[in-house]
């Protein structure tokens, strides 16, 4: 069963950055979506950047111009970094990995704790 492995998360400064690491634990081949959802308490989940196939990356407004997400195809890995840090980006943040052409099937990381005091 292939699992996502995330790190990178933990307490940092507003104005600072964040950078977070998602690696799977098999090679994934096909064409394979990556995205970073975050998600407080009492709220939904919440997507914050993806990257497609073609290395299309799209961001929610809220972290556009301050976030770049990448990935490495030939390791199944995806990173995320976030700059100018606010108290809002305060969230555990998880990664999602699916295939394009079979979205059901799809694989979350266990999640990692990001907290950014003011």
């Known amino acids: 069963q292939v699992q996502l492995v995330e790190s990178g998360g933990g307490l940092v400064q507003a104005g600072g950055s964040l950078n977070l690491s998602c690696a799977a634990t098999?090679?994934?081949?096909?064409?394979?979506?990556m995205a970073w959802y975050r998600q407080t308490p009492g709220k939904e989940r919440e997507l914050v950047a993806s990257?497609?196939?073609?290395?299309?990356?799209d961001y929610t407004t809220s972290v556009r111009g301050r976030s770049t997400i990448s990935r490495d195809n030939s390791k199944s890995t995806m990173l995320l970094r976030i700059d100018k840090l606010v108290p809002e980006d305060t969230a555990v943040y998880y990664c999602?990995?699916?295939?394009?052409?079979?979205?059901?099937?799809?694989?979350w990381g266990q999640g990692t704790q990001v907290t950014v005091s003011s």
């Open positions: 990257v497609s196939t073609d290395d299309d990356r």
């Open positions: 098999e090679q994934l081949f096909g064409k394979i979506i």
């Open positions: 999602k990995m699916w295939r394009k052409y079979q979205p059901s099937i799809y694989y």
